[in-house]
């Protein structure tokens, strides 16, 4: 006897969509029918929110209630939608005085007792209520740091659904979010001053983080491999507004951004352990896809140690990445996109036994089937490749070194940054790693084939892709670019082929 409209956001990956919950109360025998493609999840809402409104000391209509969520033919999934249905059916019952949810959205969870609970993509979901002109969003207290780093929109954190009635029917009022905390300056993480006797390894990490290129890293165990990786992060620039603001919507909708609940502005790091499955890595999972480990490295660093151990299926998986900057789940009900613009790390040991060449008992052939688990597709992809040698004992104790610390190398390469996306700012490009080989090659940008010989040499030989000529012309802009040079010489171009081909120092 009785309709009510409230609006709430679902998610389609990483894209809110405005949903309608709208109620309509007769007569008939009671209880409530749900339709408009809910999820498991979203069908038993009917029960948490019949016992949390009860709970919350108010009477459960006893009437038929039909509850439609519009857009019908867009699936909806999770607990999103209990804080939005409580109180569609709460207005029209006539408990709620009507018109007050006009031009608000509301999300969140409920528990029987009446709390509101947290909830993932909250970002994304104030992200689109925001573009779509919603005035107000209620949300859990939990997430309302987080919503509130969408501009544009009051954003009121709810700890009970009783709190948000009275609020609604004006006894009370709801206090805002919290203050978001200022973004620290300088480098996190381990220091890459910590890195002893590897400077070609240092350099290649400089050179790697300058340029956004991947790394291919190989040697023995205690070379330093996995060292260097883990302090990629700690050279690489804060992440500006949109792409922070891509980096926190991601890790919200995977359910794992941070209590504080602020933008995420240091690029993330994910060293995912070589037994995780296909779905863990590029995402994945019965029901809706979440994002994987190459998704929440957006913007950062995916490290995978011992490289050759991970299924094949997964190496492989990398490559369309690699080159897109997203991911692509296809699946019966639909398709989701998610970004997956990383820099991969690759580090891997010679041979299965790992031991240095005086001990090692692997065959040339056991050696090759080892690393020739890293397809060639994918090592193609890998910018920068080289072998490291064991750190001796007068670099490990030498007095009179001074490696360059984290903050020292960030520094330049923020300068080196810089350079590039002011020279490729007409292309739309800001990364020496993002630019089209064509480009390179018109006759603006083309080196000169004094500066070029080698490479050409190589691609004739057979020995370097065309892809893999495209990469060294990459890695010697980066080089000039570190180095001051407006353009790459002929010193830059052969210290880049010298990372590309694995030669050791």
């Given at each position: 006897m009785g309709y009510a409209r409230v609006l709430s956001v679902g998610l389609v990956g990483l894209?809110?969509?405005?949903?309608?919950?709208?109620?309509?109360?007769?007569?008939?025998?009671?209880?409530?029918?749900?339709?408009?493609?809910?999820?498991?999840?979203?069908?038993?809402?009917?029960?948490?929110?019949?016992?949390?409104?009860?709970?919350?000391?108010?009477?459960?209509?006893?009437?038929?209630?039909?509850?439609?969520l519009l857009p019908a033919s867009m699936p909806k999934h999770g607990s999103v939608f209990d804080l939005a249905l409580a109180v569609v059916v709460l207005c029209a019952a006539g408990l709620v005085p009507a018109g007050v949810a006009d031009g608000a959205a509301f999300l969140g969870e409920l528990g029987l007792d009446?709390?509101?609970?947290?909830?993932?993509?909250?970002?994304?979901?104030?992200?689109?209520?925001?573009?779509?002109?919603?005035?107000?969003?209620?949300?859990?207290?939990?997430?309302?740091?987080?919503?509130?780093?969408?501009?544009?929109?009051t954003v009121r954190p709810v700890d009970t659904l009783a709190a948000l009635l009275d609020h609604l029917r004006g006894a009370a009022d709801l206090p805002g979010p919290d203050p978001l905390t200022a973004v620290e300056?300088?480098?996190?993480?381990?220091?890459?001053?910590?890195?002893?006797?590897?400077?070609?390894?240092?350099?290649?990490?400089?050179?790697?983080?300058?340029?956004?290129?991947?790394?291919?890293?190989?040697?023995?165990?205690?070379?330093?491999?996995?060292?260097?990786?883990?302090?990629?992060?700690?050279?690489?620039?804060?992440?500006?507004?949109?792409?922070?603001?891509?980096?926190t919507a991601v890790h919200s909708v995977a359910g794992v951004l941070p209590g504080s609940g602020d933008l995420l502005r240091h690029p993330p790091y994910q060293s995912p352990h070589h037994t995780s499955t296909p779905a863990a890595i590029v995402g994945g999972g019965s029901g809706t896809p979440r994002p994987g480990a190459i998704s929440l490295a957006h913007h950062g660093v995916l490290f995978l140690d011992e490289a050759p151990e991970f299924a094949p299926m997964v190496l492989n998986a990398l490559r369309e990445p690699l080159e897109n900057g997203e991911i692509m789940l296809a699946r019966a009900n639909g398709s989701i996109r998610y970004p997956a613009r990383f820099q991969l790390v690759l580090a891997?040991?010679?041979?299965?036994?790992?031991?240095?060449?005086?001990?090692?008992?692997?065959?040339?052939?056991?050696?090759?089937?080892?690393?020739?688990?890293?397809?060639?597709?994918?090592?193609?992809?890998?910018?920068?490749?080289?072998?490291?040698?064991?750190?001796?004992?007068?670099?490990?104790?030498?007095?009179?070194?001074?490696?360059?610390?984290?903050?020292?190398?960030?520094?330049?390469?923020?300068?080196?940054?810089?350079?590039?996306?002011?020279?490729?700012?007409?292309?739309g490009h800001q990364l020496n790693a993002t630019?089209?080989?064509?480009?390179?090659?018109?006759?603006?940008?083309?080196?000169?084939?004094?500066?070029?010989?080698?490479?050409?040499?190589?691609?004739?030989?057979?020995?370097?892709?065309?892809?893999?000529?495209?990469?060294?012309?990459?890695?010697?802009?980066?080089?000039?670019?570190?180095?001051?040079?407006?353009?790459?010489d002929p010193g830059d171009v052969a210290e880049a082929v010298d990372l590309r081909t694995r030669t050791a120092a």
């Open positions: 894209v809110g969509r405005i949903v309608e919950v709208e109620a309509d109360l007769s007569a008939g025998l009671p209880g409530l029918t749900m339709s408009g493609l809910p999820d498991a999840s979203l069908s038993e809402a009917k029960e948490r929110v019949r016992a949390a409104t009860v709970n919350t000391g108010l009477t459960w209509p006893n009437r038929r209630i039909t509850v439609n009446g709390r509101v609970r947290p909830v993932r993509g909250v970002l994304p979901a104030a992200m689109a209520a925001a573009g779509a002109g919603i005035d107000r969003l209620f949300v859990p207290s939990a997430n309302g740091r987080e919503a509130s780093l969408v501009p544009g929109i300056d300088g480098a996190t993480g381990p220091d890459l001053a910590e890195v002893i006797g590897q400077e070609r390894g240092r350099r290649a990490v400089e050179i790697a983080a300058a340029g956004g290129h991947n790394l291919g890293l190989f040697g023995p165990p205690g070379a330093g491999k996995t060292m260097l990786a883990e302090r990629l992060p700690s050279v690489l620039p804060h992440l500006d507004d949109a792409a922070a603001l891509e980096v891997a040991n010679p041979c299965p036994c790992g031991e240095r060449d005086g001990t090692c008992l692997c065959s040339a052939t056991v050696r090759r089937r080892y690393l020739g688990r890293l397809s060639g597709p994918l090592l193609d992809r890998v910018d920068l490749q080289l072998d490291l040698l064991p750190v001796r004992a007068a670099q490990l104790l030498a007095d009179d070194l001074h490696p360059a610390s984290s903050a020292e190398t960030a520094e330049r390469v923020a300068i080196a940054r810089r350079v590039a996306a002011s020279r490729w700012a007409r292309t630019i089209p080989g064509a480009l390179l090659r018109t006759p603006r940008w083309r080196l000169p084939r004094t500066a070029t010989r080698v490479p050409e040499h190589l691609v004739d030989r057979g020995s370097l892709s065309a892809r893999g000529y495209d990469r060294v012309l990459r890695i010697a802009w980066t080089i000039a670019d570190l180095a001051g040079r407006e353009r790459p």
